[in-house]
């Protein structure tokens, strides 16, 4: 089964909503939380202990979930191509 990282953001209320899929798939759920933890090493480590859900950043107010992939639109740069100078880790939101 094929893995992605889906992307919210925190609202003012502090409830979150779907911002979209970033445009990378992963064999595994493991593999998706090596990924997300060596590009965000300044938030708490995303594993299965927090149910494959990242803590809110708080400079860019996004979370970060692992999901199964099946016919999702993957339209959010990946880490490596986000333009961290001007969004934090994602130029797309």
């Known amino acids: ?10 609202a003012w209320n502090f409830k979150s909503r779907h911002i979209g899929y970033m ?9 998706a939380c090596v990924y997300y933890n060596k590009f965000n ?6 594993t299965n202990k927090n ?3 990242s803590d809110w950043d708080p ?4 979370i ?7 016919y999702e ?7 490596e191509n986000s333009n961290k100078n001007n969004a934090g880790n994602n130029s797309l939101i």
């Open 73 to 79: 639109l993957l339209h959010i740069a990946p880490f």
């Open 1 to 10: 089964m094929p893995y992605i990282l889906e992307v919210q953001k925190i």
């Open 41 to 46: 090493q300044h938030m708490t480590p995303l």
């Open 23 to 31: 445009n990378k798939i992963f064999e595994t759920q493991e593999d």
């Open 51 to 53: 149910n494959y859900c």
């Open 59 to 62: 400079d860019t107010f996004l």
């Open 64 to 70: 970060y979930i692992v999901r199964e992939h099946f």
